[in-house]
């Protein structure tokens, strides 16, 4: 039997050559990447007799349109005479040699069980940003064995979803935790100007990218990693150019901060997640910064959920004792509601009090917390915000920008994502709340300079107003 794949593209050629454990492959819209997955399955079972695939998308609707369907009719599966076999029941393609393709869906955590006994040689994970980091996590442990044959994932994804960051982090920016060896992880990026097919044969949907609004075209057209569909805070600016001057960016340089601003300390619990507390202060004219903060990392030695709350304690004492910012300061707490409530006896709040350590209860009320970030990170005609981070505070400028709307609750961030440093930061806005600015200018590097230096309004002057 032979099978006629087509002819692939340059990046398509690169895909289907790649060696490594770790391949993604793709990063915008019309890159070819359903088609590379189906030629490097059919590749992998015809040359490696015996080896097990498997092919993963969100949903099963998705994986039949994408994959089986298609798969079936290019190996002419149930034609009279095709050796290769398809058993609908158990979502298996059998070759004749004794290779196999699983296919798979997995649109929540729990899916992910029904593969716990599954053992593949190579696994691919189709629109790979769309799945958790714990779902890929949870299906990269499929592959295993004793065999011989290649053990490798192949990730095809595009930017947005909610494993944006961590996809990116893996292979775009490449930054590895210890148990990360990056000679194991590839990225080509195959943008549709890369796929001569589609290119040639409809140049309409080339210019329907080419006409999207801004963070669409990045995203979808250029693969920008910095611009995805969902992004809920767009506003979002980090950019070092600017850190100094402070125009146009919510990023700053560390700084003294001046004896009469205020400052305050916002916390969010961890129970499935890591807990979060930032410090924060307030100056003259109510523009908040983000000065310090202590991210509750599981992945980090000794912090995270292992940590009781009177260690958590022990630690922001020591913290607010030592930092030049916070110590001496009278400084107020402000954290989630929830940590009052208990159904032992002695609530979290009371754990802490004990500890010396004081909070107040923060306003939960998540649509106009949501809009009060919005009200602050947008810019004034001059591009001055009324927030700021000051750039060591690294967790939060990593995860703000990732966060997504709830594709239930569209009006609010998905909660599943890492958004304990967005919670307490929340707290904080909602306890100094802000009105709308109207007809906000977007970001222009024409614009004017404020009437003062924006570096002499915070550090200079810190009694004046310039609003």
């Known amino acids: 039997m032979q099978i006629d794949l087509g002819r692939p593209n340059k990046k398509q050629r690169l895909f289907l050559t790649e060696r490594h454990r770790h391949v993604a492959f793709g990063g915008a819209r019309g890159g070819g990447k359903s088609w590379a997955i189906r030629a490097k399955a059919i590749a992998l079972a015809v040359k490696w007799p015996g080896i097990q695939i498997m092919i993963i998308r969100r949903t099963y609707p998705e994986l039949q349109a994408n994959h089986i369907r298609p798969l079936k009719k290019l190996l002419h599966i149930g034609v009279k005479g095709c050796p290769i076999k398809y058993n609908d029941s158990?979502?298996?393609?059998?070759?004749?040699?004794?290779?196999?393709?699983?296919?798979?869906?997995?649109?929540?955590?729990?899916?992910?069980?029904?593969?716990?006994?599954?053992?593949?040689?190579?696994?691919?994970?189709?629109?790979?940003?769309?799945?958790?980091?714990?779902?890929?996590?949870?299906?990269?442990a499929c592959v295993r064995g004793t065999s011989n044959f290649p053990r490798r994932t192949y990730y095809t994804c595009n930017p947005g979803g909610k494993s944006h960051g961590y996809i990116k982090r893996l292979f775009v920016t490449r930054e590895y935790q210890s148990n990360e060896h990056p000679e194991d992880y590839s990225f080509i990026q195959s943008l549709v100007y890369d796929n001569d097919v589609l290119m040639a044969n409809d140049p309409d949907y080339v210019r329907s990218l080419e006409a999207l609004p801004e963070a669409k075209r990045k995203a979808w057209?250029?693969?920008?990693?910095?611009?995805?569909?969902?992004?809920?805070?767009?506003?979002?600016?980090?950019?070092?150019?600017?850190?100094?001057?402070?125009?146009?960016?919510?990023?700053?340089?560390?700084?003294d901060i001046p004896p009469s601003w205020k400052i305050y300390r916002g916390y969010d619990h961890g129970y499935s997640k890591p807990f979060s507390v930032g410090w924060f202060a307030v100056d003259h004219d109510a523009r908040i910064y983000r000065i310090r903060e202590w991210y509750g990392c599981t992945g980090e030695p000794n912090v995270g959920l292992q940590l009781t709350v009177q260690e958590i304690a022990r630690h922001i004492k020591e913290i607010e004792s030592t930092d030049p910012n916070l110590k001496g300061r009278k400084i107020l707490g402000i954290a989630d509601p929830a940590i009052w409530g208990s159904d032992t006896g002695e609530s979290i709040e009371d754990m802490f009090e004990a500890c010396g350590v004081y909070f107040d209860k923060g306003d939960h009320t998540r649509l106009a917390g949501l809009m009060q970030f919005h009200y602050r990170l947008s810019f004034d005609q001059y591009g001055l915000p009324?927030?700021?981070?000051?750039?060591?505070?690294?967790?939060?400028?990593?995860?703000?920008?990732?966060?997504?709307?709830?594709?239930?609750?569209?009006?609010?961030?998905?909660?599943?994502?890492?958004?304990?440093?967005?919670?307490?930061?929340?707290?904080?806005?909602?306890?100094?709340?802000?009105?709308?600015?109207?007809?906000?200018?977007?970001?222009?590097?024409?614009?004017?300079?404020?009437?003062?230096?924006?570096?002499?309004?915070?550090?200079?002057?810190?009694?004046?107003?310039?609003?």
């Open 386 to 467: 009324m927030f700021y981070v000051f750039k060591s505070c690294t967790h939060f400028i990593r995860c703000i920008p990732l966060l997504i709307y709830d594709e239930h609750n569209v009006e609010d961030i998905d909660t599943t994502m890492e958004d304990h440093n967005y919670d307490e930061a929340r707290y904080i806005f909602m306890a100094h709340p802000l009105n709308p600015r109207k007809n906000m200018p977007k970001y222009d590097e024409t614009t004017p300079l404020p009437p003062e230096d924006p570096l002499n309004l915070v550090t200079v002057k810190p009694e004046r107003s310039y609003r």
């Open 221 to 255: 057209l250029e693969g920008d990693w910095d611009s995805f569909i969902g992004q809920v805070f767009t506003e979002w600016r980090n950019d070092p150019a600017h850190y100094k001057d402070r125009l146009w960016t919510h990023v700053i340089d560390d700084f």
């Open 90 to 140: 158990n979502k298996i393609m059998t070759f004749p040699n004794g290779s196999t393709i699983l296919f798979g869906y997995c649109n929540t955590d729990a899916d992910t069980d029904r593969y716990q006994g599954t053992e593949v040689d190579v696994l691919f994970l189709d629109e790979a940003t769309q799945l958790t980091e714990q779902q890929i996590k949870d299906l990269n």
